[in-house]
C-alpha cells in the first residue's frame, strides 16, 4: 500500500464500508485481513477490545492501528468509535455474525442429544435466511434475473463447499430449458469446459473464504469474454465479487464449526424461479 491516507471524516460506519470496500485492492495483505474482517464483523469492532479482534482476524492489534490511520484515523479507538456510536444509535440490532455467535454459546453441545444438535443448526439457520432477506438488494435481484434470462448459455462453476449450490443451479436452471454448462473439471478439463463462452452467455460463480483458486482463475478468464457475471460470495470485497455484474453477498451459519449452505441454496432458488416467471412473461408478450 502506499502512504496515501483516505477519507478522514466519516458521517457514518455505510460511508467508511464503501471507502474500504474502494480502496481494498490497495492494501496491503495484512490490511486486507483487516478490512475483510471490518466488512464482515462490524459490531465486533464496535464492542471488543483490539486485543480480541486482533486474535480473531489473525493479526496483530498494531495492524488494526495502522489500518485506522491508512484511512485518517487518528488512532484505532477513534475508528471503533465511528461503530460503538453507530450500535448505539441502533441498540438490539446486533449483526448477523454476532447473533450467531451468542446463539451458539449459549448452551455447551450436548454429543449424546442428537435433537438438541437439531436446535442448533435449524435455529442458526433460520437466522441465516433472515439475514439474506434484509441484506439482499432488489434491484440486485432483478437485474441478475435479467441476465440470466437473456443469456444464451450459462456457465456455472463452484468447487468444493460451494459445489452443491453449483450443482443445484445447472440442474434447476436445465429444468427451466436453459442451456447450462457445470464447470465441475472432470478428467481436468476445466478450461475445456469454458473455451466457447461469448459476450452472449452468463457466468455464475460460487465461491467462500478461502476462496478456491481454480474458481478465480476461471472467472478471470470469462471476464475477458463476457462482463456477464454473476457471483454468490460471501464479503464485498470477494475477489469474485470485484469481477462480477452482480455479486450477492451470502452469510452462512456455523454451527461449531460447521457451514450450512441454506441460505445460499434459498438464493439460488429465487434466480431460477425468477427466471423462469420473467422467461414466460417475455414469452406471453411476444404472441
Same mark, same amino acid.
Given at each position: ?25 490497495? @492494501?496491503?495483505?495484512? @490490511? *486486507? ?10 459490531? +465486533? =469492532? ?6 480480541? $479482534? ?10 488494526? $492501528?495502522?489500518?485506522? *490511520?491508512? #484511512? %485518517?484515523? +487518528? ?9 460503538? !456510536?453507530?450500535?448505539?444509535? /441502533?441498540? %438490539?440490532?446486533? +449483526? ?13 453441545? !450436548?454429543?449424546?442429544?442428537? #435433537? ?8 442458526? /439457520?433460520?437466522?441465516?435466511?433472515? /439475514? @439474506?432477506?434484509?441484506? &439482499?438488494?432488489?434491484? !440486485? ?5 435479467? &441476465? ?14 460451494? #459445489? ?16 447450462? =454448462? ?5 478428467? %481436468? ?7 466457447? &463462452?461469448?459476450?452472449?452467455? @452468463?457466468?455464475?460463480? &460460487? ?9 478465480? !482463475? ?27 455484474? $452482480?455479486? #450477492?453477498? $451470502? ?22 424461479? %425468477? ?13
Amino acid at each position: 500500500m502506499n502512504n496515501e491516507v483516505f477519507m478522514t471524516q466519516y458521517n457514518s460506519v455505510d460511508e467508511f464500508r464503501q471507502e474500504i470496500i474502494e480502496k481494498h485492492e490497495t @492494501l496491503s495483505k495484512r @490490511l *486486507k485481513q483487516v478490512s475483510r474482517y471490518i466488512l464482515d464483523h462490524p459490531n +465486533d =469492532i464496535a464492542i471488543e477490545t483490539l486485543a480480541v $479482534v486482533a486474535e480473531r482476524c489473525g493479526g496483530q492489534a498494531s495492524t488494526i $492501528v495502522r489500518f485506522a *490511520k491508512a #484511512f %485518517g484515523f +487518528d488512532s484505532a479507538s477513534q475508528m471503533q468509535r465511528l461503530f460503538r !456510536d453507530e450500535l448505539l444509535s /441502533n441498540a %438490539g440490532n446486533l +449483526d448477523y455474525n454476532e447473533r450467531i455467535r451468542r446463539s451458539n454459546a449459549k448452551k455447551p453441545l !450436548d454429543y449424546n442429544d442428537p #435433537f438438541h444438535l437439531l436446535e442448533e443448526f435449524t435455529e442458526s /439457520n433460520k437466522q441465516s435466511l433472515e /439475514n @439474506l432477506k434484509a441484506n &439482499i438488494n432488489q434491484a !440486485d435481484l432483478q437485474k441478475a434475473i435479467k &441476465i440470466i434470462t437473456k443469456a444464451n448459455t450459462i456457465y456455472i462453476i463452484g468447487f468444493r463447499r460451494s #459445489f452443491p449450490v453449483a450443482t443445484y443451479l445447472a440442474y434447476a436452471l436445465q429444468k427451466t430449458n436453459k442451456r447450462c =454448462i457445470l464447470i465441475d473439471s472432470v478428467g %481436468g478439463l476445466t478450461k475445456g469446459q469454458t473455451v466457447g &463462452i461469448t459476450s452472449q452467455d @452468463l457466468m455464475i460463480a &460460487i465461491s467462500y473464504h478461502s476462496y478456491t483458486q481454480e474458481t478465480l !482463475d476461471i472467472v478471470t478468464e470469462a471476464a475477458e469474454h463476457t462482463s456477464n457475471i454473476i457471483a454468490i460470495t460471501d464479503s464485498p470485497v470477494s475477489p469474485i465479487a470485484t469481477l462480477a455484474k $452482480v455479486s #450477492f453477498e $451470502v452469510n452462512e451459519a456455523e454451527v461449531r464449526q460447521f457451514r450450512s449452505l441454506s441460505a445460499s441454496l434459498c438464493l439460488a432458488q429465487v434466480l431460477v424461479i %425468477g427466471h423462469a416467471y420473467q422467461s414466460q412473461k417475455e414469452n406471453s408478450s411476444s404472441k
